[in-house]
């Protein structure tokens, strides 16, 4: 960067928080930030006439419904011990949800009840197998399509499921390399996408009484992701492509050829990421493309007006529609922005009314929340990196501690909005800095591609060159620079303390992969149809042993030489919090500070409100005691 462009940045920061400067910035306590939901999971009936939610009672969730016409509530659960993890409507009258299964990780018992409140019923008795409702509405008004593993844990078979009498009937048997079912607008399975591990082949029939046929296969680094099966236009389907072009495209696919006939979205610039399909207007409303921010690409002038519409009734914020009746009338909208968490409203589109319903987090105040800016710098190899970058309000953009953030993933990425952890740091004086590295997902297949087998290499490097980048231009202060991540992101902040000594002055993980081993390992059995995926991305621990040992943490409980903070659970089954235990143990025994926590739950589950309180309470004191005070 030049020495002019440098100078230009630092007055942009400057002059963004100049004008907040010289408020008086309360510290607000770490129970306002990390509150769960009081009303939240905001959904509507299929006919418009019933609006559903979850309210919290204590520590459980309950599931209300409201009748829109005369405004009256009811709880229609009666939850005692488990909570609410899911639910949506499959008719007029009646609502299906997940409930957590007794004495499992991540597994969850099915129920179905009546919007009185009445006929409620187990659907069916899963074990320890799983359950996934392919299509969220009743087929002939009694049954549901649904994948479990329930015959053979390795892989997902289809059946119908009678919601009146709870039998299951096989409706289409996996052979054993099928990792996806898709179905059409009336609960046709139509599509299947197979695996050999590397290579993805997409399956296609037009009605369930024929044989699947291949269409298209391309290797798992080229993302081909089917939107809809279009109602209108015989053997087509519309998905998400990036087949001979870098960018995400959307595009219409015969399935009788194989071929793609039709582009309806493209930018060499622009990366598709998500697309609506209407099955009332039998058409895609619009494409989702993200630079820095999400930004809508209307296909349908009137989903167009509608969402303009929005925009004047509630102007200054971003809005989401997150449920719909059938007829496409009656919509939950989500709103939010950087500063504020947002709130939940209803809108009629007939009658042009809205209604608010409840906030995300009433106790946050938009007045004390930081900005969220984009900023971008080149990696060692010439590699454009962008993020994200949050100042405290109080103060200059010049030799602040910072707090970086590399997100879980690595294929995720770093998004535009409010992030209640990012302005906890914020509001403790820090900058906060996320990075999207190479591999994550939004900047093209290219992009995506660099980060295979770069676990604790280039991935890691990204990063530390973001940090250069922010200390050439006096942003941070080289002495006081802590990484914290969460999964992956708890990976990339404990290979970074070792591996780049003299950089973090602390740092910490959640529940983050300490062996790469041990992480290939706990790839659960139905995913092992992946396993070669994995070992390009991760490594191949028989090819590759040596580099995995190196770029291992817990291997390296010698090389560490800064305070380190992690937290586990030994209930998650992607880590091995016995591994954790030792870890912590060798690294105290050479001196290290170590703060360690245990977690009862995953702080983010509905009955984490407690621990999520206790962990950033804990992370607060972390900092202070080597960033603040130093």
Request: hydrophobic residues 35%; aromatic residues 10%.
């Amino acid at each position: 960067m030049t020495v002019k462009k440098r100078y230009l940045l630092i007055v942009l920061l400057g002059l963004l928080s100049a004008c907040r400067q010289n408020m008086q910035v309360r510290v607000i306590p770490v129970a306002d930030f990390f509150k769960s939901q009081d009303k939240g999971a905001y959904a509507i009936s299929l006919d418009g006439r019933t609006m559903s939610y979850l309210k919290l009672q204590g520590k459980k969730q309950n599931l209300f419904v409201e009748d829109l016409a005369t405004g009256k509530s009811a709880q229609i659960t009666q939850l005692n011990e488990k909570n609410i993890n899911y639910y949506f409507w499959v008719s007029d009258d009646e609502i299906v949800y997940y409930k957590e299964k007794a004495g499992a990780e991540r597994l969850s018992d099915i129920f179905i009840i009546n919007k009185n409140g009445e006929n409620e019923r187990q659907l069916s008795d899963n074990g320890k197998s799983r359950m996934h409702v392919l299509k969220d509405q009743l087929i002939d008004g009694k049954f549901l399509l649904v994948s479990s593993n329930k015959r053979d844990s390795t892989v997902f078979d289809v059946y119908r499921l009678n919601v009146r009498d709870g039998r299951m009937d096989m409706a289409a048997k996996n052979p054993g390399n099928i990792t996806n079912w898709v179905t059409d607008s009336r609960g046709k399975i139509r599509l299947a996408t197979t695996s050999d591990g590397v290579n993805q082949t997409l399956l296609y029939r037009e009605t369930e009484n024929q044989a699947f046929r291949p269409i298209v296969t391309n290797n798992f680094k080229t993302t081909f992701t089917p939107i809809a099966i279009s109602d209108d236009k015989p053997n087509i389907v519309y998905a998400i492509s990036n087949v001979n072009r870098d960018k995400n495209a959307l595009i219409e696919l015969n399935c009788v050829t194989g071929k793609e006939s039709k582009v309806l979205f493209s930018n060499d610039t622009l990366n598709v990421v998500d697309a609506q399909y209407s099955e009332s207007k039998r058409t895609i409303a619009f494409v989702i493309c993200e630079t820095w921010k999400k930004e809508k690409h209307y296909l349908d002038s009137t989903v167009k007006k509608l969402y303009e519409k929005l925009d004047k009734l509630l102007p200054g914020t971003e809005s989401r529609i997150i449920d719909r009746d059938k007829a496409e009338n009656t919509f939950i909208v989500r709103t939010f922005t950087d500063r504020n968490p947002g709130s939940y409203y209803l809108y009629v589109a007939d009658k042009g009314t809205i209604r608010k319903l409840s906030d995300f987090n009433p106790s946050v105040k938009e007045a004390e929340m930081c900005e969220m800016k984009p900023v971008s710098y080149t990696a060692r190899d010439g590699l454009k990196i962008q993020g994200y970058l949050t100042l405290p309000i109080n103060k200059l953009p010049e030799n602040l501690p910072v707090v970086v953030l590399p997100h879980d993933g690595p294929g995720r990425r770093n998004s535009w909005g409010y992030n209640a952890e990012v302005q906890f740091l914020a509001n403790r004086g820090y900058a906060v800095f996320q990075v999207n590295y190479r591999g994550s997902s939004g900047y093209g297949k290219s992009f995506a591609a660099a980060g295979s087998g770069q676990w604790g290499g280039k991935i890691k490097d990204d990063i530390n060159d973001g940090v250069r980048w922010l200390i050439a231009n006096k942003i941070a202060n080289p002495k006081k620079i802590a990484i914290y991540g969460t999964g992956f992101g708890g990976y990339i902040a404990l290979n970074s303390l070792y591996s780049s000594p003299g950089m973090y002055v602390c740092g910490g993980s959640n529940s983050g992969v300490l062996n790469l081993f041990s992480y290939l390992k706990s790839i659960p059995p139905f995913l092992k149809t992946n396993l070669q995926m994995y070992y390009e991305v991760i490594g191949n621990p028989i090819t590759e042993g040596d580099r995995m040992r190196q770029v291992s943490p817990v291997f390296h409980a010698d090389k560490f030489r800064v305070p380190v903070f992690i937290t586990q659970s030994p209930k998650d089954p992607r880590s091995n919090s016995g591994e954790a235990v030792q870890f912590v143990k060798e690294l105290k025994k050479r001196n290290v500070n170590v703060t360690y926590l245990e977690k009862e739950y995953n702080e983010f589950s509905p009955q984490g409100e407690d621990v999520r309180q206790t962990l950033y309470a804990s992370l607060e004191q972390f900092l202070s005691a080597n960033l603040s005070k130093k």
